[in-house]
């Protein structure tokens, strides 16, 4: 593999390859941004990878007073599913667990589409032919009560169509404390990009993995080729002085979004990189052969 | 009903109604204390309800660097479910995405108990063969090969007998602000117990829920007798003057812990709540026909 | 004082009376942003009023890596003071204690303007003569060892002009935790804007206070006119109903923020305010003899 | 100097040289625990170090409601500083400035002595003459009008006789993030000991310094035995493989509680340390010509 530098980092010229998911957004209130972060904390919670977790999820980033249906401040969450059903179900099984429950929220549509998830249309059961359907032009909203009031929760949610799960970057250097300083860098430069989370804990990922396993019957096992421990085996890709690699996994509610959330963090990762023992960055894909995306490194140069 | 007295706010003569659980605990370890906390909050997040998630979650304590096995910062987390099974799946399935993934973490048993749950025993198969026992006098580990060196997971924790689920206080006052703050007070002091947690968001629940509902096939729907909207109607369990109620959950280790928590909780609250507008306490049950345990307010006044 | 409506609650037609001040700023980098944060968090303390602490400061925005000089996370920080040299003299000690003591920070200019505050150029000669000066383009920066490498710190900041200090606005509602909440929602979105800060323990002072006292010698004391235990009294500005007052106080680079730190409180303390018992918003003044600046309510309102 | 190993680590057979300072605690307590934390991270900002602070200051720790004198949340804060003077006019100013200022406070003596110093007694003079004593057995507080209800506030608080300040910890190895991890795993250790604080930004200085410099009139200046930028010049105290160095600092309201402070924080960096880059651990001291208490590391390695 030829590469490429970037801040005097190398940078293999290879890409992240990705797959399209469904995916939709809300935006959850509350009386204060404390509580808002409270429930969202809830929500996103063991959501970090598909397969495991049924959805990956992550806040996007805040929604001030004035952008919210209510006036009160607000966060916007992304979920990424398999399909319409899976984050469908997701959807109103997490609403219901985290934000119903949550003292002071509500929680609205944070995505258009014209396919449709119901949301308050479901959770709305909970009050027991109590609640009440209200109508602001064309958004509808339930009010369900609850004992610290009303849960206003909106009916329905829009699919975004064209996201895309598994934007990645890989970190390789000298040692661990350093590689998480500059995925903590690259992490938080990913996250401030519109439109894209992390799913991942600090969005990051230290176990990375390779499709199937040894022994038959494994979805997913260690990618060996990455893991220092097995630096001296056959298949490694790493060289001698690697000591330590990290991961980050982004997904997007579109291709530009994950691609501007990958050069961000690209940037900041090699502008910080050198102090802190990055040797090389590079990315996790199939050879192009189970993804429909494929975001080129040498393209987030610039 | 009677009624009781502390600290000069009305506390009624009943009990919270509460039932019994499969438990287990684990210490989750990393670099630092805020890489704990990150892989925590991920484990613990969307477990509010073992109904609704499987599985009820929450951090313990946190755990100081001399009393790790690895001498590095530490939190427990307790989990609630309903069999061993159902637990068991919840563990694994968590340890996995949460704390495999998360960087430097370690993961230990957190209970004793002559039934084990496997933990290490099910997540070193992502080790694809690479992985390699130890043990340590009568503990078992996995050294799991990952990206930033290796995934030490205890081989299996303890299931504690005796847990209970569902310990619970309702704070009832005049305004939304006042009784969330007088929850907020009441939920940290039953925090700092040991083996108890509070798995709703931040503690508190605002969706107080009756069994059933009035369409058949709903599991639970909104208790109208706590919702100040619904005051008017028959059936309502609050006078004039209460404009909001919320709740704490409270589940433990032992009857013992429950217990401890909620009188821990009702003295901050009562020794807060005058200058909140808290105007009553009480407690949630089922008039002792579902749950085996039953936590009597009278026994916690002194 | 006749008076104006917004979302339903009562403003008053008043004005917030406000004064110049010497201002600049500066723009802290570390290696991870939690770094920069714990930095900003000393350098920031103690700094609620010029009078008590000679400085009003406060994290006015983060600063991503592609902003910054050195491609790290950053928080970008404003200080307040009466006069040049005052204020260059409160910049350099709390540089000095508070950020080249923090580990892996930096220190940079985060205002242009003619006149000049000295920074590195002061907190060099820490280095003991092992300092070296750097030069980009326009600018100068001094390398200082220190235990963890090199504190790197720019030569100057520029001393903004036209700075002001004390915009306000108080809040009036029945009850302390509603106000409470308000008074948090009004101050998130009064930081939210840039080139503005406020520079009380969470953006919120509840000591308002009028100039001199009934005993000679005193600089400043309670604003008996609007303690709610001092309602009865001849003098007093607060209707029966009213049982709670905080006040946010807003210091901005120019007049224009603070305008718009104000507009963006006062809207959003409105839009949430019916449900939290708030009944009226009014601003602190001198009768327009003391400040060089009027921020007049009514022309907030759209 | 002759040398020890603690986990396979180097211990300089040295000793950590403090001083005797002037101590005082007080406990601040808040309608929840998020507002005393706001408030005591606004009182203990900006001192860092007596000399350029005028004062050092941190959270001991977490106290719970049912500790209280009110039942409220609070957090235990420790001042030390030269003299009884100093340390008074210290404490009179931040109380003034970040306690008082702050929604819902109120603060009380968190030390007992003889000797006294004034808190509300001063204090109150904001309320000009609207302020009201209260006696509680033996304790003297003050209520003081404003504008959320009163400021409660004891009459003062004791002076500490036998405080310590300047016990430290040095932590030597390969790499700048590697060490940082060890440190703030030690400064945890260490700040969970009770009466004891770490004044500097997360408990650790990197910007270790010496008496004195080499041209006149500097009170203190870089120690650049210990700066790794200038590890080849006579006089180092580094070896070729040490790439950086931070160091703790803890202050104490006895010189147990230093001591006690100064173990934790070595078993805790030491236990961690060899997969991050630690090499060796040291103390800074005068050669015992300043101070008047040693802590000899040799008496903690048990």
Request: aromatic share 6%; glycine share 14%; net charge neutral.
């Amino acid at each position: 593999m030829s590469s490429l530098t970037l801040n005097g980092i190398v940078v293999d010229d290879t890409f992240a390859e990705a797959f399209g998911m469904a995916a939709t957004a809300i935006v959850v209130t509350a009386a204060t941004r404390r509580w808002a972060e409270i429930a969202a904390a809830s929500f996103t919670g063991f959501a970090t990878s598909v397969i495991g977790c049924g959805v990956e999820a992550g806040i996007d980033r805040m929604v001030l007073p004035d952008e919210t249906p209510d006036g009160r401040p607000g966060l916007r969450i992304l979920l990424f599913g398999f399909d319409h059903e899976g984050l469908s179900r997701q959807l109103v099984r997490r609403v219901g667990q985290c934000i119903l429950t949550s003292p002071s929220s509500a929680c609205y549509a944070g995505a258009a589409g014209r396919t449709r998830l119901k949301m308050g249309g479901s959770v709305r059961h909970f009050g027991d032919g109590h609640e009440v359907a209200k109508r602001y032009g064309e958004r509808r909203f339930w009010r369900v009560p609850v004992m610290d009031g009303e849960f206003v929760c909106e009916h329905e949610t829009g699919l975004v169509e064209g996201a895309v799960g598994g934007g990645n970057l890989l970190f390789l250097g000298r040692e661990d404390a350093g590689i998480l300083a500059v995925a903590e860098v690259a992490a938080e430069a990913a996250a401030a990009v519109d439109d894209a989370i992390l799913p991942f804990p600090g969005g990051i990922v230290r176990s990375g993995s390779k499709v199937g396993g040894r022994s038959g019957g494994i979805v997913a096992s260690t990618n060996d080729a990455y893991c220092p421990t097995l630096k001296g085996r056959p298949g490694s890709a790493l060289s001698r002085e690697i000591g330590s690699v990290l991961e980050i996994v982004i997904d997007g509610l579109s291709s530009t979004a994950v691609s501007a959330a990958m050069r961000a963090a690209l940037h900041a990762a090699t502008s910080v990189g050198a102090a802190q023992g990055l040797l090389r960055v590079t990315a996790g894909n199939y050879g192009g052969r189970l993804g429909k995306f494929q975001f080129h490194l040498k393209d987030l140069l610039a």
